[in-house]
């Protein structure tokens, strides 16, 4: 599962990709390379479960982020053949949106407007997305003409519907489609379709402004889009500095935690993950899985043994233990359940798989 950080020139990507990985960034204008890193998805209730657990481990879930550069305001030509390459793998876009001034840096089109640049961005996939759609029913027309099978005929209509929602300049990642339509689709890697996180970069000083500024954009957000404001240089500044320096810092600023992790959960939960737990001596762990995987799926993420000789998950749920205190204290009062196969894992549950091989 990978999020590809994309944007126009000079709106802040290396930046924040750098700061998410905490390494130093490269100078604007720089390499036209994608790189790619793990990031920790922060957890406040991880980070309780290893106070109470007191492991010698504690290891967060992750998201792979992948820095896009190659979208460039001159669209005359199209979106370049490598950038889309590059988001082939990419299953979530992480749009960055330039709303600060820089003289030395200036916007490619020499305005602060993330309005107009959203807009901008979005319109760009949908007339690459016209364009394969366009050459799909081309294709598939004469296909029908010398032979018609409903599978065709089928994708034909599918396709029509596809075009009928870009032609009314509207991104794919806003309609309904069934099991069948979807698994049709999935090879199309149609960008408007991605799930889309607009990361507003502000400057340092606006971000008391930052929700006004957010609620001014919220037309703009579609099913599967979120939007989260930061400013790069603040969360440049606090990475850089040690723990107890960037809690002075952002104390001044009146911020209670860093932008950033908001980001990172905010893209988690567009993918539509969620986290379940296990604890113990050894380690605490927080794990991903999708919304509504069953529980010897679940078992699976953590070892595929686990998965083959599933029994029964002990299950119980992070706040039942929070508010009981331990585990004895929570199968006393009947919390601890013991769960089969089929049940749907919730975000925030806490699993012990009980296994036979
Ligand atoms: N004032 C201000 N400057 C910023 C902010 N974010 C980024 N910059 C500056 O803008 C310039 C471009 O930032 P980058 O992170 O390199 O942008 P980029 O999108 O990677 O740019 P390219 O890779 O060249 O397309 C750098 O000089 C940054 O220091 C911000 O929040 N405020
Ligand atoms: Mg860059």
Redo the contacts with the bound molecule.
């Keep these: 599962m990978q999020i590809g950080i994309i ?10 990709f750098s700061t998410l990985l905490k390494h130093k ?1 490269e100078e ?3 390499k036209l390379t994608t790189e790619r890193g793990i990031v920790k998805v922060p957890d406040e209730r991880l980070d309780k479960l290893t106070a109470m657990f007191n492991p010698k481990k504690k290891v967060n879930a992750t998201i792979e982020y992948l820095k896009v ?1 190659g979208l460039d305001k001159d669209s005359s030509q199209g979106l370049s053949s490598q950038f889309l390459a590059n988001l082939k793998t990419v299953d979530t876009l992480l749009i ?1 949106i330039r709303n ?3 003289e ?2 200036p916007h490619p089109l020499n305005r602060v407007d993330p309005k107009a640049d959203i807009i901008l961005i979005n319109s760009e996939f949908i007339i690459s997305d016209l364009a394969i759609v366009e050459t799909r029913l081309e294709k598939l027309n004469k296909m029908i003409l010398k032979m018609p099978t409903d599978k065709d005929k089928k994708e034909f209509a599918l396709m029509e519907k596809l075009r009928d929602h870009l032609e009314q300049e509207r991104p794919l990642r806003e309609m309904e489609f069934s099991e069948a339509e979807f698994q049709l689709l999935r090879g199309y890697q149609f960008l408007s379709a991605k799930p889309a996180l607009y990361v507003l ?4 000083n606006m971000i008391s402004e930052a929700a006004a500024i957010e609620a001014g954009l919220s037309a703009l957000l579609t099913k599967n889009s979120a939007l989260t404001t930061l ?4 969360e440049k500044e606090i990475s850089d500095l040690e723990e107890e320096d960037a809690r002075v810092f952002m104390d001044d600023l009146n911020i209670s935690e860093p932008a950033l992790n908001k980001l990172i959960r905010t893209s988690y939960d567009l993918m539509g993950f969620i986290s379940f737990f296990t604890v113990g001596e050894d380690e605490c762990r927080s794990w991903t899985i999708r919304k509504g995987t069953n529980a010897q799926r679940a078992a699976g993420v953590i070892h595929s043994d686990l998965e083959k000789g599933f029994i029964r998950a002990e299950t119980v749920h992070y706040s039942d233990l929070i508010s009981h205190g331990s585990l004895n204290a929570c199968k006393d009062n009947g919390l601890l359940r013991l769960e089969g196969k089929e049940y749907a894992v919730k975000d925030g549950d806490i699993l012990n798989i009980r296994f036979n091989l």
């Design positions: 944007g126009l020139p000079y709106s802040g990507k290396s930046t924040i960034t604007p204008g720089g550069p960055v600060f001034e820089n030395i840096y970069n502000i400057a340092e400013s790069a240089e603040i």
